[in-house]
């Protein structure tokens, strides 16, 4: 950036420092030459006295002559006196050059002698020639100074004008070199920090300028490609995340499905449970007809009978035993990445009107069926959804936790539940939902049953379903 700036200040100050250079010749010249001109003004001006004296002093001399000429008392010396100094002026005149306008004293000395001698036309020419090389002298003495006067003036113009010619020229260069590329550059870099990424198309003949606006090209180009890149790579990233997402979903489904298996298994269990009783009693009966009968075709059919009720019963043992499920495995579970996750996984499948919050925290790690429990909430979370539909709303998520308990509570926005509903309590195959299968809460209530915990069911004060799982932790 210095040398950016130096360049220009070089460059104009090389510039200036020769016109000024230029400007003081130029004035030095006019001020020499106008010197010569006052100097030849001043010589000329004392021609001029010296001609003026040399024309009166011819006349004094040749009025002089003629009067003493007309006075008989006048010696013949004095009158020869004054013809000798007349001629030594004549030939004196004749002689020099000095005379800034040409005079010609022999001719109006004649022409004045003549005027003396009582020729009125001589005198009168003698004046008009006084009167011509005056004028002539005066002629030149005015051009001279108005020659000085031009110079003066054309001094005047280059000391006012250079340095504004001079202030014009630095501020162009600077605004078309300097100022106006780094105002592009500036406005550019701006856009650029609000992502308008635009190249520069200015040309200058600035090397510095110019290599900066290519490496500020090659920037704009470099970045574009970045966000192609960046762009590919989040929509790729997007395709991934959602075919994770939807395996996991599917994952989900059949994991639920195998829950309701699991309900149903356990209540076949329990069915099965409740009718070995009596066919105990029945196998008992039987025991005691077959004792008791003595007719071998009855006691054929009684032994049929007990036969079938014996298999009978051990078919329920078996599936009581087939039915009974294991202990679940509690390990560190982190409940609040739990939520989070399965709310991340929502917010892809669900739609966009339905909006997530989670208030409050639990530990970091919780001794939990961390499989158990993720299915859990994800019933809940999928109940609160499917309360929604296709309507605006949300779904809050409560976390609380202290040293005995873990509390999670989902509130939608739906329509909350029937009084009858909640009167009746949780039932297997009993749903509000049209295509509910009503196993969902059923399999949750059981694994809060299993860890001693609970299920409740309400409504809060706006009329929103609202279900809490409590489940203790020691």
Not at 208 to 234: G, P, S
Request: proline fraction near 3%; charge should be negative.
């Amino acid at each position: 950036m210095l040398k950016l700036l130096l360049r220009p200040v070089i460059f104009v100050t090389i510039v200036m420092s020769i016109l000024v250079i230029g400007e003081l010749l130029a004035i030095g010249r006019l001020t020499w030459r106008n010197h010569e001109r006052i100097q030849t003004i001043e010589t000329d001006i004392g021609k001029g006295r010296y001609l003026e004296e040399t024309i009166f002093e011819l006349l004094e001399l040749q009025s002089q002559l003629a009067l003493h000429r007309s006075n008989p008392d006048v010696a013949a010396e004095q009158i020869n006196d004054i013809q000798d100094r007349l001629l030594d002026l004549l030939q004196t005149h004749n002689k020099s050059s000095e005379f800034a306008s040409a005079v010609d004293l022999n001719t109006l000395q004649t022409k004045f002698a003549a005027a003396s001698n009582g020729d009125a036309k001589a005198l009168i020419d003698s004046v008009n020639m006084i009167r011509q090389v005056l004028d002539r002298q005066t002629n030149e003495e005015e051009k001279m100074l108005i020659g000085v006067e031009d110079d003066s003036q054309l001094e005047l113009q280059l000391a006012v004008i250079l340095p504004l010619l001079l202030f014009w020229i630095g501020h162009y260069f600077f605004r078309n070199n300097v100022l106006e590329p780094l105002d592009a550059l500036r406005d550019l870099l701006s856009g650029l920090a609000e992502g308008v990424k635009q190249p520069i198309r200015r040309e200058t003949a600035d090397p510095i300028l110019r290599d900066l606006f290519d490496r500020y090209n090659h920037l704009v180009d470099h970045l574009i490609e970045l966000e192609q890149e960046h762009l590919h790579y989040t929509n790729r990233l997007e395709q991934q995340v959602r075919q994770t997402s939807h395996a996991l979903l599917e994952q989900s489904q059949r994991l639920a499905k195998a829950e309701r298996l699991a309900a149903l298994t356990e209540m076949a269990a329990s069915t099965a449970h409740e009718l070995r009783n009596p066919l105990a009693i029945i196998q008992a009966a039987l025991e005691n007809l077959l004792c008791e009968a003595s007719d071998p075709d009855l006691r054929q059919r009684i032994g049929l009978l007990h036969s079938e009720v014996q298999r009978l019963t051990n078919h329920l043992n078996d599936l009581l035993s087939s039915a009974r499920h294991r202990n679940k495995i509690a390990q560190p579970t982190d409940v609040n990445a739990v939520v989070n996750d399965l709310i991340t996984l929502f917010k892809y499948q669900a739609t966009d009107n339905i909006q997530f919050t989670v208030q409050g925290k639990a530990d970091s790690s919780l001794m939990l069926p961390e499989i158990e429990f993720r299915q859990a909430l994800l019933n809940l979370l999928q109940n609160a959804v499917q309360a929604i539909g296709t309507r605006s709303g949300s779904v809050q998520v409560h976390i609380t936790q202290d040293a005995q308990r873990l509390s999670v509570t989902v509130i939608d926005s739906g329509d909350g539940f029937g009084e009858a509903f909640l009167r009746q309590g949780i039932r297997p195959f009993v749903s509000l939902k049209e295509n509910g299968s009503g196993l969902g809460l059923v399999m949750v209530q059981r694994f809060a049953k299993d860890l001693s915990g609970q299920l409740k069911l309400d409504n809060d004060a706006a009329g929103h379903g609202r279900v809490s799982l409590s489940i203790p932790l020691t």
